[in-house]
């Protein structure tokens, strides 16, 4: 019972106090029921799904965020000083969907090397 | 305070689940009306936008559009941290069974009266057959039996203490008899609100494994692989059934204490045990019967007891075995059939798993009867003449034949050609 | 309540819409509230129609709770809101002892209840119509039943009694339950405790 | 209202903020993905989303992870509407009847087994949105027919092609007088994110209906994802569109295609080398698609001639 509050307590913390690993060991230590906590990488680093990478050409990029827009997945982000894309290697699965939006073509699809 | 317009009084046991649930602060109450449920929703309706109540409290009463929505909708407001109450019955009851698994799946607390009905087929039938409740004897819910209409205000207030229990969280469906106590009305007392509050569990904001919040966001049930804790899981349901009984016995102690009245140990109620050579055994309406039952075979020299099994889920086991094992004659009296099970009956059968697995009870007598089905009366005679056969038993040392006995159960009332059913034609007056 | 019977059962024969359902509930209420320990009312509830014939049971016990919930086989007191259910299969030749309380301005062929009940009628339809004392349209019988009830006796080995109601408490619950109609309701049921006769 | 545009949203660093995490178990190139992505930068942390069995509860994170960042529920298949009717309610009692309330269902969740609940919460007029992004067909358990599947479109429960049409869902919300039904897909997400913003201001049943295309399913390539989007909405076989309190008013790209001539022939999206699916439309079956596109349009003049009715 004590063992199991302490757990518990982590589960109920505020978004940043939580742990960033949740260790479950035991019968014992589960809470009354399955809870599930957010994470980045809920099905595991992603970025190993690709095949091809997408590379972004700052140089031809004109800042219309339509990369941004149309990621699924929400791994392309915009650096506030550059105002250029960043694009999540961890998570990025390769789909190709910001490349084929892309109106200036300055998204190049790149074989990984794995 | 506006004054209370009932406090004492005969009262249909439909609206003493209606004025319990009331007392009880509920917050959330999701319903769909179904034979011989309606009183209760309807009355419901009418107490939500009473001055007594909204005076008080805080109560959301949701229509719902079907029974599979209600237990859906339990869920939804459970989840949210509400305390949730609803009633059903038979078909109902059935259509909501998929909402009830879930419920007992994500450990909430609502509790759901039933008015137990017949299942339908062949033919319908809306009479008491707790066929419909035990149907669910899996599910993981707390099942208890009701058998007077006091008892049914009683167990729906004593319900969320139990619940809502730390150790505990699961659902609770008290069922008593459809019409034999839905629509019948006998003395009924209600308990002031403010006394109710001090003995009702206080509320608290959230549950402790499951809570709404935007700061501490939680995915609830998401699909567990076979590897990783689906089983665990799954034997905390069994484990909170199992805390489920001391915490019972606790809460009917304190409600006894509290109010003065009780049943039994709120697991089994005993009728005159101590010097029993026989045993009735039975839940509900017909074994509240069995104690009028004892009192006229004893006048007739059988020394008989009755014992009303009042939790079925959890099973008190020790408690039955204590009587068991003292008197090890016992008539089980079952209104509802297990088909194909190994006694017709799903007590009866989980008795005789208790007693093969206690070296003290392993030669007890049970003797299964099913009878009562669909709303037939199980009369004086009958439940008498089971004590004679009990004591035919305990003299002869085997189960005495009857007409009506087949597959070593006893099926009480059966129509076995001694009596004739006379339908006329010409002007019908069924005896319904 | 020093009376010795366990419980005092009665069988309420009406039409559908005549409210024997609520006559055998409301008797529960008066008897609790007169002093029985305990009270139980059955509503018999089938397939019954606005006119169609139906029963409902009141036990009212002095002393002991009631424990069974089963419908009343033999009545000690059977209440018939009209005198065209009495052929019917079920009513009168149900009847195997006690008191009968039937709603009539008529005369009776007592010959067919048995020797030894008392009869009693009681005209309640026309004392309705008078007081113009109706729901939906219909005269309503039941609460002048009951009040007529209240100076009806039972017999039995112990002797002649009523049941011991009160028509004071009739009123209370008759003002209680319907209000603004309860005191004509009271008004019909102290005229039927007046006009109801014993026959035998 | 005038359209939200990619650069308001990167100038607001509130709605630069990813709630559907990354790194979930999303297909490459879903559109439930993005749908996701867009209804929650829109609707913010203080939401709490249902979802009954459907893609989302799966790509949603094994226990004990997950990858959305605000209260998810999951609920057994029938049961989402009425599960988010009583968590409203519940909320309520418990002081926070701020928070939205969400249904997020499938189409087989919402066109199917959970209708029943979603027009009883509809007739309610519940405060909750139910979103149904709609992928036409039962794609989490391997692409069955749903009502949503389109004719002719081949699924596995549809070997040689369905045979009926797709149930037009929005109308039949519509009819049950909601304040707010909206289409939208995610090859437009600045149009989706606005319906968002205005259903979330709006009191009362929302319905939303969501066209999110599905890779695997519909059998095309994943980059491919928004173009299938938009193709479907030139092509005038899912219209855009609003209706509040009845009015219905055309949105993004279909308010041109009102005139059947400005829209792009059927044959270009219903066909074999676009989507791996369509391998079973011939010539008759596009006829009867072109003949149930015209119905859906006629369903939105309905709307529209009441509209003119009432203006004039």
Known sequence: MTEEKKNWELLRMNREKRPKVQNWTSYWDLPYGPVSLPVKGSAGRTGDWRTFRPVVDNEKCIKCYFCYMYCPEGTISVNDETGFVEIDYNYCKGCGVCATNCPKECIDMEKENK | ????????????????????????????????????????????????????????????????????????????????????????????????????????????????????????????????????????????????????????????????????????????????????????????????????????????????????????????????????????????????????????????????????????????????????????????????????????????????????????????????????????????????????SPTGGAVSTDIMAICQRDPKARNAHIVPFIGGLGGRDVFLDEQIDQIKILYELKEKGEVPDRKYKMWDTFWTGLITGDKKVEVENQEYFGDI | MTDGKIIYEITMHGRGGQGAITAALLLCEIAYADGYKDVLSIPKIGAERRGAPIKAFSKLSPKNAIKNYSATEDADITIIFDPTLLPLPGVADAIKHGTVLLNTNKDLDLNIFPKDCKIYTVPVTDIALELNLLASGYPILNIPLLGALTKVKYKDEQGERTLGLNLDTIKKIALKKFGSKGELNYQAAVMAAEQVKELR | MAKTKIKDIIANPESRREYFLPGNSTCQGCGLDMAFRWAMKALGQNTVMISPASCSNVVTGLWPKSAPDWPYFNMAFAGAAAAATGMKHGLVTKGKGDYNVLVWAGDGGTTDIGIQGLSGAAERNEDIIYVCYDNEAYQNTGNQRSSSTPHGGVTTTTPYGKERYKKNLPMIVAAHNVPYVATASVGDPMDLYDKFMKAKKIKGFRYIHILAPCPPGWRYPAEETIQQAKMIVDTGVFPLFEIEDGNLTLNGKSKRLHDKNKRKPLGEYFNKKNQGRFKMVDEKILEELQMDTDRWWKWIDRFLVIQDYEEK
């Open chain 2, 1 to 340: 305070m506006v004054k209370p317009k009932f406090m004492e009084g005969p009262l249909k046991g439909n609206f003493a689940s209606a004025y319990a649930a009331m007392d009880a602060d509920v917050d959330v109450i999701t319903a769909y009306p179904i034979t011989p449920q309606t009183t209760v929703v309807e009355k419901l309706s009418e107490l939500v936008g009473e001055e007594e109540f909204t005076e008080r409290q805080h109560v959301e009463y949701v229509r719902m559009e079907s029974e599979h929505s209600v237990g859906a909708g339990l869920v939804g407001a459970s989840y949210a941290g509400a305390r949730t109450f609803t009633a059903t019955a038979g078909q109902g009851l059935l259509y909501m069974t998929e909402m009830v698994h879930w419920m007992t799946g994500a450990r909430l607390p609502p509790v759901v009266a039933i008015q137990t009905r017949g299942i339908t087929g062949p033919g319908w039938n809306i009479w008491a057959d707790y066929g419909d409740i035990l149907s669910l004897r899996d599910s993981g819910i707390m099942i208890q039996f009701i058998a007077s209409h006091q008892e049914i205000y009683d167990s729906i207030l004593q319900g969320f203490n139990i619940t809502e229990h730390p150790d505990v969280f699961l659902p609770l469906f008290p069922a008593y008899g459809g019409f034999v106590l839905s629509h019948t009305a006998k003395p009924v007392k209600r308990i002031p609100w403010e006394e109710a509050q001090k003995f009702v569990r206080p509320k608290t904001p959230e549950w402790p494994h499951v809570w709404v919040d935007g700061e501490r966001p939680i995915m609830s049930n998401a699909l567990i692989m076979p590897q990783n804790f689906y089983t665990e899981f799954r034997i905390k349901i069994h484990e909170a059934q199992m805390n489920a009984i001391p915490v019972i016995k606790d809460t009917m102690a304190e409600f006894e204490k509290t109010f003065g009245r009780g049943y039994g140990n709120g697991l089994v109620v005993p009728y005159k045990c101590d010097d029993a050579e026989v045993l009735l055994l039975g839940y509900g309406g017909n074994a509240l019967q069995a104690e009028d039952a004892v009192d006229k075979a004893r006048e007739q020299g059988y020394k008989a007891g009755a014992l009303r099994l009042r939790t079925y889920r959890p099973f008190p086991k020790e408690d039955l075995l204590h009587y068991i094992k003292k008197i090890p004659y016992v008539a089980v009296m079952e209104r509802a059939l297990a088909f194909g």
